[in-house]
């Protein structure tokens, strides 16, 4: 019969996990607030555009389709991130109740004992999946600003006087 100090001790791990959830929780959560954002930001300056005629909007055909892929990398984004949260939530809860089942194990008898180590291993599982989902959301991120910042180079191009186009130009393709 494990003593009291060891199932405290045992206790002690899903809290640790507990931890990491509620991290990834808070973390993933400002993520997704800040999608909601962009998709706010986005759509009121398509509105804008859209009142406006193609020719007043400098390369409008191009702000337009950079607000589409944007918008629809977004739309990826948020359910990356919300399934993401789902899946720290739950695994959150396994983890108590993987806390919860090594003090019940221990006061009802060995029988039990696998319990525990079921949730906690559920609990894990959907650690790993939320997290790469994580990466998943990432990789979406730095695609998105990849294109908007391709985008803000070619409207400084539109803008910007030939020579400095020219010398910047020479630059950004050593660099690439």
Do not use: N
């Not at 977004?74 to 089942?101: D, E, K, P, W």
């Not at 991120?141 to 910047?168: C, T, V, Y």
């Amino acid at each position: 019969m494990p003593t009291e100090l060891g199932v405290l001790t045992s206790m002690i791990t899903p809290a640790v996990l507990i931890s990491a959830c509620a991290g990834l929780i808070l973390s993933t959560s400002v993520r997704l607030g800040r999608v909601v954002d962009r998709v706010r930001a986005l759509s009121e300056g398509f509105e804008q555009m859209a009142q406006r005629k193609a020719e007043d909007v400098v390369l409008f055909e191009d702000r337009m389709e950079m607000t589409f892929i944007q918008l629809d990398r977004l739309t990826t984004r948020a359910r990356h991130l919300q399934r993401a949260m789902t899946t720290f939530y739950i695994s959150l809860g396994l983890f108590v109740a993987t806390s919860v089942a090594i003090g019940m194990a221990t006061a009802i008898g060995a029988r039990y004992t696998m319990v525990p180590v079921i949730f906690g291993m559920a609990g894990v599982g959907l650690l790993f999946i939320g997290t790469s989902l994580l990466g998943l959301e990432a990789t979406l991120a730095l695609r998105s600003i990849h294109a908007e910042m391709d985008f803000l180079w070619k409207l400084g191009k539109h803008h910007a006087p030939a020579a400095l186009r020219d010398r910047l130009a020479a630059h950004r393709t050593w660099f690439r």
